[in-house]
């Protein structure tokens, strides 16, 4: 069975600290991969995704990730975080060819102080 | 840009009662989905509906559950006798090609079971 994990559950940093949140599935397939953010508040939203190509993927408001096949990852980065980033963080899959629906991780809660 | 829109926002309801979740799907759409959040765990697969009828369900959508397309824009959730343990967030997603696309979420319908 497919399945996601996210091992930062907490993550609490200063504005223009660098940020890597990890994400790692376990599927042997093709898979496409997602990030979506939740500010507090609101509804999910996509942040970015891969689905072929160029591994290194970026996103909406300075994010990127970057696929690494053989490590079955897809890490969340950003160089400089604003207090606006606070927010809580899913990483999504699901499996080509076999079914549409997302598997989500457990998600990571950023906070970013000032 | 279109959303998806739920409503309503939250419901409270008795244990035992039906509960009728809506959701407006984006407008060109033809996938639509439920997921739902048990408060701190992870956001979790329901059903996906394509072509009026169920394409995929998880193990947690049994008889007390059903979906359904009643006109060309709402798409329903409804859980006939609701337990404590039903309590959560719902969400209703949508995309346009399923598979190879990617999918749009509403801002979610908190059910509280009392």
């Known amino acids: 069975a497919q399945s996601v994990s996210q091992h930062n559950h907490h993550v609490i940093l200063s504005e223009a600290a660098s940020l890597e949140l990890g994400c790692n599935y376990s599927?042997?397939?093709?898979?496409?991969l997602f990030w979506y953010v939740q500010y507090p508040g609101q509804h999910l939203q996509l942040l970015l995704k891969?689905?072929?190509?160029?591994?290194l993927v970026k996103g909406i408001k300075g994010f990127e990730a970057e696929f690494i096949k053989s490590k079955f990852s897809f890490n969340l980065r950003k160089p400089s975080v604003q207090w606006s980033d606070t927010a809580e963080y899913f990483c999504a899959v699901n499996a080509v060819g076999a079914a549409d629906k997302l598997i989500f991780g457990t998600g990571t809660r950023l906070q970013v102080f000032p | 840009e279109p959303e998806v829109t739920q409503t309503p926002s939250h419901q409270v309801t008795q244990m035992g009662q039906e509960v009728i979740l809506r959701c407006v799907p984006i407008s060109n759409h033809l996938y639509f989905y439920w997921y739902r959040q048990i408060l701190g765990q992870k956001v979790e697969f329901l059903v996906s509906f394509y072509n009026n009828e169920i394409s995929e369900k998880s193990e947690i959508f049994d008889d007390q559950f059903s979906v359904e397309r009643p006109d060309g824009s709402n798409f329903t959730l409804k859980i006939r006798s609701t337990k404590l343990e039903d309590s959560a967030m719902y969400f209703c997603?949508?995309?346009?090609?399923?598979?190879?696309?990617?999918?749009?979420f509403g801002p979610g319908t908190r059910l509280t079971v009392l």
């Open positions: 599927y042997g397939g093709t898979v496409n």
């Open positions: 997603a949508s995309s346009r090609d399923g598979r190879t696309d990617t999918q749009y």
């Open positions: 891969y689905f072929s190509g160029d591994p």
